[in-house]
């Protein structure tokens, strides 16, 4: 089975701290995700990345980076958190199959608070 | 990825079938269609995918007409547990760089 794994299931910090949420897969899948769900306005794409060192921007880029130093790890970042980014926080995976679609994989989820 | 269009909530009971429907009119030629189911407080996982025609597993079944400009999720006989969001994709997942952007969802809930 694919494991995704979140480094914390819940986490509170104060404004103006630099907060990491980490990513780890298991499969050696090439894509990884983050996005932020808040209540009425679904999944919402931050950063994704295909490669190693690689990102792109997703829809809600701002205030957030990531770092991906190595295949199973992908990291979020907010570089002086806010409230407004109390949210919770999904990483997923999928693989670069070939040979058409396949499905992605989900952690858990990190619920972060900022106060 | 196609944008889609689900409805944002359903009501149902138990034993009954439950029937959502996705629109996704820009469907590309190399797109799947996929279905995603999110309990509250875990992440979102997979339930079904297609390209055409009929696909059915031990979940639900998945109905695409011959355009692929819509599909409908059928999940049979629900149970209570089956309360969640259902989310709708539309691509080419696992492509390189490809983002997976989802939609709103559709909210079931299944009532006694």
């Known amino acids: 089975d694919v494991k995704v794994t979140q480094s914390s299931r819940y986490l509170v910090k104060r404004t103006g701290e630099k907060v990491f949420l980490e990513c780890v897969q298991d499969?050696?899948?090439?894509?990884m995700f983050w996005y932020r769900q808040d209540p009425g306005l679904g999944l919402r794409l931050i950063y994704f990345s295909y490669d190693v060192k690689m990102k792109e921007k997703g829809d809600i880029p701002e205030g957030y980076s990531v770092s991906r130093e190595k295949k199973e790890r992908f990291s979020l970042i907010l570089e002086s958190a806010s409230t407004n980014q109390t949210s919770m926080y999904l990483c997923a995976t999928d693989p670069t199959s070939g040979v058409g679609s396949t499905e992605a994989f989900f952690g858990q989820g990190t619920r972060l608070t900022v106060v | 990825l196609a944008k889609t269009t689900q409805p944002i909530s359903m009501d149902s009971y138990e034993g009954q079938e439950v029937n959502i429907t996705c629109s996704h009119n820009n469907i590309a030629t190399n797109d799947y269609i996929t279905w995603y189911q999110q309990f509250p407080s875990q992440g979102p996982r997979f339930i079904i995918q297609g390209y055409k025609t009929k696909v059915t597993n031990e979940v639900a079944s998945l109905f695409i007409p011959a355009d692929r400009k819509s599909s409908t999720l059928s999940l049979p006989r629900v149970s209570l547990s089956d309360t969640a969001v259902y989310y709708c994709?539309?691509?080419?997942?696992?492509?390189?760089?490809?983002?997976?952007?989802f939609g709103g969802g559709t909210r079931v809930l299944v009532k006694p």
């Open positions: 499969m050696d899948h090439e894509n």
């Open positions: 994709l539309v691509g080419d997942i696992g492509a390189a760089g490809n983002k997976l952007t």
